[in-house]
């Protein structure tokens, strides 16, 4: 799709980036909770602030790996 578009994918501007970490962590919160895997959490006695660092954390750190290296590329 970049490479159609003619962009770089390691230089997308920062709300881009942000939009793909939120989208990611919706569509993974709406997984948990198909799977009812959400509830199993509660019930364990994990609340919801651990649930959305979960969440958040791969597609975040994820995006912020392809924002430096493209940094670093120049």
Known sequence: MFLLAGTDPLRLPPLTLAAVVVLAAAVNLVELRRRREYDLLCNLGVGA??????????????????HVVGTLRG
């Open 49 to 66: 602030v651990p649930v959305a660092a979960l969440v958040i954390a791969p597609p975040l750190t994820g995006e912020l790996l392809l």
